[in-house]
């Protein structure tokens, strides 16, 4: 079966420094992959997909960027984090860009 | 455009009680999908239900329904006899067959109080 590992699960950091959250699935090839943001009390908010190992679409023009160095590994970075960043991120995959999307734990990022 | 609109943002019922969340969506185009996810409050989104626009047969998972209903472009979903359990936040969903981005609700926060 497939799961979908995220971590760190919590993360505090003060403006200004970098960021790298990671995202990897097991027992499937070739998924695509989804990061998400989820403000406090918002919905979910789609800041980068990819269908593909190095193939990354943006959807939100941001201090964030996204890779993909593996099939299964998808990387969410910032190099220099805003307060507004703060937020839950999510990570969520899907066999077809039709198909169920499946998400991940989540890491909480707290800003200060 | 497509769009979906979950008109209650928040809803408190007595457990036991029955309660249904209201998903109303918009698209143009005829073949699409809808689901049905919930969020605890450990925050991890748990995927409940896919259909596709061809199937409009409603289901029933326990105590869980949906009913599917394209003529009032609506997808809701029932909770029978509820318990502490189902308090979350529940998101509706839709995609099309022209996009390949889903388009989440807002969310309606569900309180089963005890």
């Known amino acids: 079966s497939q799961t979908i590992h995220q971590w760190p699960a919590t993360l505090v950091q003060p403006v200004g420094s970098p960021l790298s959250l990671e995202c990897t699935v097991e027992?499937?090839?070739?998924?695509?992959l989804y990061w998400y943001r989820q403000a406090a009390g918002r919905g979910l908010q789609l800041l980068f997909y990819s269908v593909g190992i190095g193939q990354i679409s943006s959807e939100v023009p941001q201090n964030l960027s996204a890779s993909r160095p593996q099939d299964r590994q998808f990387i969410l970075s910032s190099k220099k984090l805003l307060l507004s960043d703060s937020g839950f991120y999510l990570c969520?995959?899907?066999?077809?860009?039709?198909?169920?999307?499946?998400f991940g734990p989540g890491t909480r990022l707290l800003v200060l | 455009a497509q769009k979906v609109t979950q008109a209650q943002t928040e809803i408190s019922v007595v457990e036991k009680e029955d309660v249904t969340l209201d998903c109303v969506y918009e698209t143009r185009d005829t073949t699409y999908y809808l689901f049905w996810y919930k969020q605890p409050p450990s925050g991890e989104l748990v995927f409940l239900i896919r259909?596709?626009?061809?199937?409009?047969q409603n289901e029933i998972s326990g105590r869980y329904s949906w009913n599917f209903q394209k003529s009032t472009s609506s997808f809701n979903f029932t909770i029978t006899a509820s318990q502490v359990v189902d308090s979350a936040v529940y998101f509706c969903?839709?995609?099309?067959?022209?996009?390949?981005?889903?388009?989440f609700g807002k969310g309606t926060r569900l309180h089963i109080l005890p």
């Open positions: 969520a995959w899907s066999g077809d860009s039709k198909e169920t999307q499946y």
């Open positions: 259909r596709n626009s061809f199937d409009e």
């Open positions: 027992g499937t090839s070739n998924p695509n």
């Open positions: 969903a839709l995609i099309t067959n022209r996009d390949d981005k889903i388009i």
